[in-house]
């Protein structure tokens, strides 16, 4: 085992308690952890049967399949209405919404024999009122429960049955985990990949419901409402930006190949009909059918498996591979979907980061939307979940203001974000590399397909974190050099056509504001929101470009003259 997993088996073994939360980093080890204890108390005859609660029918023959390696067979097969396997099996596993369809069934089996309940990535027992309530109802009398997950937060308030929750400094509760181990313990032990974030940018044109026509750019301040529909743009696979994106993963996956050769990349798709479309991309890049999971298709399991025991190049998936599937030769993936919670965005990531040797990295392509680049930045950070805010006279007098207005905004915005519109065309621009929290990357516009988005597409495939840092470092800085010493002048900006003009300014400050939030935590609406009322202008989306400059010249300011805690 791995030491994480041997001080975890150690703390329950020396406790023994009823209830035991482990919060470890996706590609952790949380399985072999959960049967090795199992194991145990199976052997000491401290409980008589095993009960596996997993998210979904594929991760039940998971664990089926780990179960049988570590001595405990596991029936993946078992419904709660026939209410009797087979003597051979000493465990069962089914599914959250199993669960709550009969948990009467569930509580008699609980009760009939001395149990120990698993429940895998148990944020998932507060997905659904019901869900929750049928978790409490059935496993209530077990005699040992043990909640694994590896993203303990949620963006709700919803309780997660046979959780601690304890109050923070802040008065505010939150899930108090009884063994704790985050992504950045595991990238020092070796345990999981570094992540390489390939953000690409671009120009977007779509037309209203009400008629409009809108042009903006991918990653520049925008509504929510605006953010929401470039995004959908961007991923609409009859435009020029998703086929271009699909094309640099494959080159990046090339590239990862001539190092680990069965490495294998995978694009998260919002629906069925986009994750076929972007198939047919993909066979026209790389003149080979990827592999495409639809969670409501008989043998996605089959398919997974299949794949994660090949050495086909992609596989297109919808949810399905969103959490706890393990296919470790993962190493490339494109994030073609809109859902952007962060729930979700660290369970996709989880997919890639699996380390099976040292120096081994991970690669995302993602779009430059704020939120995405936010999760990513700050994907090293260990998160707990949070049920509700404590406002007070003492506090912030307008917090519970604030509070209503964020919900209404979010409903406003999930309302908008369905309604329909029509994609007119869309174009990608490389835009910068996010490693470690720190953006790489260089001036002026990069071309997709041009040598300066080679720089980064072509980074080896096996690289230690430290040595992924420099060589980073060195490509910016190569290329920079390299322009300063051509004989001819680089173009200025006035040389360039007005709508060229405001848009390198507006990519210019962007980088600026995102450089001030690495390095103070403030949020970027926030920080565009202060440059406006010191330097006056409207918003950067349509500010002139004496406007920007002005801006440019006030971050830069602060960050000579501000000191940072």
């Excluded at 025991?309 to 993936?333: C, F, N, T, Y």
């Excluded at 690669?363 to 805010?389: K, T």
């Excluded at 500010?543 to 830069?556: C, D, G, K, P």
Aim: proline share 5%.
């Amino acid at each position: 085992m791995r030491a994480w997993q041997s001080a975890a088996v150690a703390q329950y073994a020396e406790r023994q308690p009823r209830d035991f939360l482990a919060v470890a980093t996706p590609g952790a080890g949380k399985t072999t952890f959960a049967l090795t204890v199992a194991a145990d108390l199976l052997n000491r005859r401290v409980v008589e049967r095993v009960t596996v609660v997993a998210p979904t029918e594929h991760l039940k023959q998971q664990w089926a399949e780990a179960g049988a390696r570590a001595g405990i067979p596991i029936d993946p097969a078992y419904a709660a209405g026939k209410g009797r396997t087979s003597a051979d099996y000493v465990g069962i596993a089914v599914t959250y919404a199993g669960v709550a369809v009969n948990p009467l069934a569930m509580r008699v089996r609980t009760e009939r024999f001395k149990t120990l309940v698993i429940l895998d990535e148990v944020h998932h027992a507060g997905d659904a009122l019901s869900w929750g309530e049928g978790i409490r109802e059935a496993f209530e009398p077990a005699h040992r429960r043990l909640a694994l997950t590896g993203t303990p937060f949620r963006s709700d308030v919803n309780p997660i049955p046979f959780v601690t929750y304890a109050p923070g400094d802040d008065g505010i509760p939150r899930s108090a985990a009884d063994y704790t181990y985050g992504y950045a313990e595991a990238l020092a032990d070796h345990v999981v990949r570094p992540v390489l974030f390939m953000a690409y940018s671009g120009e977007l044109q779509w037309r209203t419901r009400a008629g409009d026509e809108v042009a903006a750019r991918l990653g520049e301040p925008l509504t929510k409402d605006m953010h929401a529909q470039a995004l959908r743009t961007a991923l609409d696979p009859q435009g020029a930006w998703i086929p271009a994106v699909l094309a640099a993963a494959d080159t990046r996956l090339s590239e990862v190949r001539r190092h680990v050769p069965d490495a294998a990349g995978l694009v998260i798709a919002s629906d069925q009909d986009s994750a076929r479309a972007y198939a047919a991309l993909l066979k026209k890049v790389t003149k080979e059918s990827p592999t495409v999971v639809l969670s409501d298709e008989p043998g996605s399991s089959k398919k997974i498996s299949d794949f994660a025991a090949g050495d086909k190049r992609w596989m297109v998936a919808v949810r399905m591979v969103s959490e706890g599937v393990d296919v470790p030769r993962l190493a490339v993936g494109v994030y073609a979907t809109t859902t952007s919670t962060p729930l979700f965005f660290a369970q996709a990531v989880g997919r890639f980061v699996r380390a099976r040797s040292r120096g081994e990295t991970a690669s995302i392509f993602l779009p430059s939307v704020p939120s995405l680049l936010g999760h990513a930045a700050e994907l090293e950070v260990a998160r707990d979940h949070v049920l509700g805010r404590r406002v007070n006279d003492e506090g912030d007098i307008f917090a519970a203001e604030d509070e209503m207005v964020a919900r209404a905004q979010e409903g406003e915005g999930a309302l908008e974000s369905g309604l329909p519109f029509e994609a007119l065309g869309s174009e990608a621009r490389f835009d910068h590399v996010l490693f470690d929290g720190s953006t790489f990357g260089h001036e002026g516009e990069v071309h997709v397909g041009s040598d300066e988005e080679m720089d980064f597409l072509g980074i080896p495939g096996l690289l230690e974190p430290g040595q992924m840092r420099e060589l980073l470092q060195q490509r910016q800085a190569s290329r920079r050099s390299q322009g300063r010493g051509t004989a001819a002048p680089e173009p200025t900006v006035t040389e360039l056509t007005t709508h060229e003009q405001l848009a390198a300014l507006r990519r210019e400050l962007n980088g600026l504001v995102a450089a001030w939030h690495h390095r103070t935590g403030q949020a970027h609406g926030v920080t565009h929101a202060e440059l406006r009322r010191e330097c006056g202008g409207p918003a950067a989306a349509v500010a002139n470009a004496t406007q920007l400059r002005a801006r440019i010249a006030r971050v830069r300011e602060w960050a000579a003259t501000r000191k940072t805690s």
